[in-house]
Structure formats: C-alpha cells, structure tokens
C-alpha cells in the first residue's frame, strides 16, 4: 500500500506540473463518436454513411455538431491565431504551441495520465498503477494535405502486468509489457491524408471501424488493434466507397510469426433515401508471399481475384457482408449485418458435415434516444458467431491482428446479448452502463491444454473444420456476464477524468473467472 501511495504522488506532482492540450485524435475523445451517433438520431436529414467510417475528419465532426460539442482540436483547427503561439488559449482550452500562416497551420501538445486502481482476479488481488507521457501533433498544409502524429511511452509502476492488461486488453499487444521488461508500454498513432472535397488518400497506423454501433461493430471492432493501413474514401451523393488494405501481425499455432500477412476491405453503400442505407463488403485475408497486386487493386473483387489461382483458393480466406440500417423517425435507429464467411448454395441446409462449407455471423441492434434532461441512449445489439467464423483452414489467415480479433471481441461458436445506457450530464460529461452476456462453444481441451477436439470455438484454429458436423454452441460451454460503468468527465478544460467500475463472471468452459476491478484514471491534455 505504502507502494501504491508514494506513486500515486509522484504521478500527481507530475500532474500538477504538466500543461497541455485536449486530444486531437477524436478516437480517444470518448465523447465525440458517441455525441455523432446522437446527432444521427435526432436528426432527420444527416445522411446515416456520413458516420459509418470511424473516425471522422475533424471537419466533418465540426459540420455534424454544435460548436459548443467540438472536439477542442477541431476548434483549433479551424481558428487558432496566427503567428507562432506558446501555451495559446483557443476556445476553451490550452495547447502547447500553434504556429499558422498563410498555408500551414500547426498545432502541438503534451499530456500525462495516471492510472490507479484495485483488481481482483481468482484468488488474486492486487493495487494498479499506470503512468503514461505522450506528445501529439496536428498539422494542415494548404486544403489538401493533412496530417496527425501522438507519441507515447508508459510506465507500470504498482501491480502485475496481467493485472494492467485485464483491465486494459490494448496492452495485451504491447511487447515491452508481455514479453520483454514487462514494465513499459508505449504506443504510436499517426497518419497522413490527402483530400479532394470530401473525397480522401489515408495512410497511417490507427484504429478504424465501420459500423453504427455504440457497442462494437461486427467488421472491425471499436476495440481492435491498430492497423497500419491505406484508406481510400470516396464520398458521392448517395454512394459511398471505401477501400482499405492493411498489415496485419500474427503467430501460428507453434508460435511461429506469420510472414507477410495482409488484410484488404471494399465496402460500396447507397443511401437511396436519407435514413436507409445498404453496403456490402468484399474482404480477404492472405499472408506468407508479400504485397498481392491483385488485393492492391482498389477495383478488385477479392472473391473473384482469390479463386483465379490454386494458391490463392486454397490459402487465402475471403468474406463477404451485408449491412444495412434504417432510422424510421427522430431517436430511432435500427442497425444490422450479416457476415458469410463461406457459402455453397448446394449445401446450404445439409446438416451432415458437407453442411460445413457455410458459416455465418450476423449483428442486429437498436438504438433508441430518450428526451430526459441533456439525452439518453438505449442501445440493445444481439451478435452470433457460428463456429469458425473468422477463421480459417489457413490457420495464419484468420481475421485478426497480433491474435486478437479484428471482428465482434468474441469468439466463433459464441453468441451475445449486449445492453448500454448513457446519459449525458454535460456536453463533456457523461454516465455510461454496459452490460452483456455471452455464450460460447469451447473447444475441448486436455489438462495440459492440448486441442483434444476442435469444435471451432476458436477464431485461431480454423483447421479441423470437415471432420463432423458443426453444431452452434457445441463443446464445453461457458457463460459469461460483464458489467461495466464509468464517468467520463472534463470538470474544467485541459482536465479529464475516468471513474471505472466493472465485474466479470465466466462458468464452465476451459478457464472459470470471477473478476472484479474499479479505476480512476486522471488525465491532462488528452
């Protein structure tokens, strides 16, 4: 305890010694995503695929809300003062330095966070505390090119990694944590964008998700690893056109890294009214030869490209979805899609193992805003993965990224039933309650935690898939509930804070868990 205290000093003082800006990467703001999706609700005009790609430029966001519900960085974007700046106030909020003249406009920023808190896992428990410097720049040359760096390096300086990665699974990608000292932890995001109207050129490592979920979205995940990835973006009228082409990081199942591994996304939508949209998605997974022409191809059908050779058929997995959602009036969205990992029409209904070759997920949900005080959100999302959806006969080419899943953060053969209410107390302050329960179909597993029989409970064994028939749920079974509430706030500018409570319970399956953890995480700057 004596420990946990003389850091949590240290970290104070620094604190107190610090001054910064708010973030400008809106991803890690955990108001202004939520605030769009709000604004998608009540509004009656705003097209719906205007927010289906996260995150947003900052001046899209700046068109979709309030002035008084702006990012800080999207304020400074758009007026801070000409000249070179140290410590200039713009809006509301300090930042380090602004530089603006008559083609680029500049700004920097420094922030520190302190994390502490208690967690409690089996039969162990223990204090937590985290500290973290990080520097941003944010920079726009001319109307065209734009451009975003955050840079950062944390320390753990009370409790187990594995109590910081619990309660945190990002950290569980980090090297330094796992593997190497098991005390630092550090990150990078960044990108450079070229735009032409709303059109736009992106490439950088960043977390991306499509999706009209305030949960999670079945595609890419809001909780997904950072890709290194190149966007292409083309807004027109009612269609929109996305293509994405990623990195992506793995080990097989001897641990070996996976060489070359790649993922590549089109998505086409049409929003024949405002309020209705469909898309549908092509996308494939290849590793173990470098860059594939054909998947670099923008105009590409993955499908199509991966069955032309006997390499690509058999190796590389490819996946289609559809996805589609409807606001029928003011504060109602409807939201739903269905993922076809494979499909063979002449096996479609068989229950015997040829019945194998189809496998499907699908996400359906509901957000609801109820007019009480600043607003509340309902949302209430059902997912079903069936077995070894997202994996693949390839077990290199699964659809993740340094082993976690790119999709829906469950495994295949799972489903889950998933609820959030959030109240807005403030436009910068807000109460959030999320709450699930999930099935899954285990894969069956000796003592010493060898693979006795594959029942595609795992999104990293696709192999094994033809041996007998797939049933949903099959294997050993767990149950598992989650419940988590934070306040997010800034009680004044430059000034953050995150109070986390959160319970976990798992029974049956291969690992039970009982685990309980409450935070409180300061930051200022971002």
């Not at 229950?351 to 509901?366: E, R, S, W």
Request: net charge neutral; charged share 15%.
């Amino acid at each position: 305890m004596s420990s946990l205290i003389q850091g949590w000093w240290v970290c104070s003082a620094l604190l107190a010694l610090t001054a910064a800006a708010q973030n400008v990467d809106v991803l890690s703001d955990p108001w202004t995503r939520q605030r769009v999706l709000r604004q998608l609700l009540l509004s009656d005009t705003t097209p719906l695929q205007q927010a289906v790609l996260w995150p947003l430029p900052l001046t899209e966001v700046a068109m979709l809300l309030p002035p008084e519900e702006h990012p800080p960085t999207a304020t400074a974007m758009a007026g801070s003062p000409s000249g070179v700046r140290l410590l200039p106030t713009i809006g509301q909020h300090r930042f380090l330095l602004s530089s603006t003249d008559s083609l680029l406009r500049l700004i920097l920023q420094l922030g520190l966070m302190g994390r502490s808190g208690y967690v409690r896992y089996g039969d162990t428990s223990t204090a937590l505390l985290l500290g973290r410097l990080g520097g941003q720049a944010l920079f726009r040359y001319g109307s065209v090119l734009e451009g975003f760096v955050d840079i950062s390096n944390g320390v753990r300086l009370v409790g187990p990694p594995e109590a910081a990665i619990r309660t945190d699974p990002s950290l569980g990608s980090i090297l330094k944590l796992n593997i190497e000292e098991r005390r630092f932890f550090d990150r990078y995001t960044g990108y450079l964008q070229l735009r032409w109207g709303k059109a736009r050129l992106r490439f950088g490592r960043e977390a991306l998700s499509f999706g009209y979920s305030p949960i999670d979205n079945l595609l890419l995940s809001l909780h997904a690893p950072m890709l290194d990835a190149l966007l292409v973006d083309i807004p027109h009228g009612p269609f929109r056109f996305t293509y994405l082409h990623a990195a992506a990081d793995g080990t097989d199942t001897a641990n070996v890294p996976v060489i070359s591994k790649y993922i590549a996304l089109h998505r086409v939508g049409w929003e024949p009214i405002t309020g209705l949209t469909v898309a549908l998605y092509d996308m494939i997974v290849y590793s173990g030869r470098g860059l594939d022409w054909s998947y670099l191809n923008p105009l590409a059908f993955f499908v199509s490209a991966g069955l032309q050779t006997a390499e690509r058929s058999n190796r590389d997995n490819s996946l289609l979805a559809l996805e589609a959602a409807f606001r029928p009036r003011g504060g109602v969205l409807l939201h739903g899609t269905l993922l076809i990992d494979d499909l063979n029409y002449a096996t479609l209904f068989d229950t015997t193992v040829a019945g194998n070759t189809n496998k499907f997920g699908f996400q359906l949900g509901a957000i609801g805003l109820m007019p009480i005080g600043a607003g509340i959100q309902l949302a209430a999302e059902y997912v079903r993965l069936g077995p070894f959806v997202f994996s693949h006969r390839t077990i290199v080419n699964s659809w993740t990224h340094l082993n976690r899943p790119l999709g829906y953060p469950i495994q295949p053969n799972s489903d889950r039933w998933a609820f959030q209410i959030r109240s807005w107390l403030a436009p910068r302050i807000a109460l959030t309650l999320n709450a699930d329960y999930t099935r899954h179909g285990e894969n069956v597993l000796s003592s010493d935690g060898s693979l006795i029989d594959n029942v595609g409970g795992d999104i990293l064994r696709g192999d094994g898939d033809m041996r007998s028939p797939n049933r949903f749920l099959r294997g050993r079974r767990s149950f598992q509930r989650h419940v988590r509430l934070q306040l997010e706030a800034e009680w004044i500018p430059n000034f953050v804070s995150f109070l986390t409570l959160g319970y976990l319970h798992r029974t049956g399956g291969n690992e039970p868990l009982r685990q309980v953890w409450a935070l409180l995480e300061l930051r200022i700057g971002y």
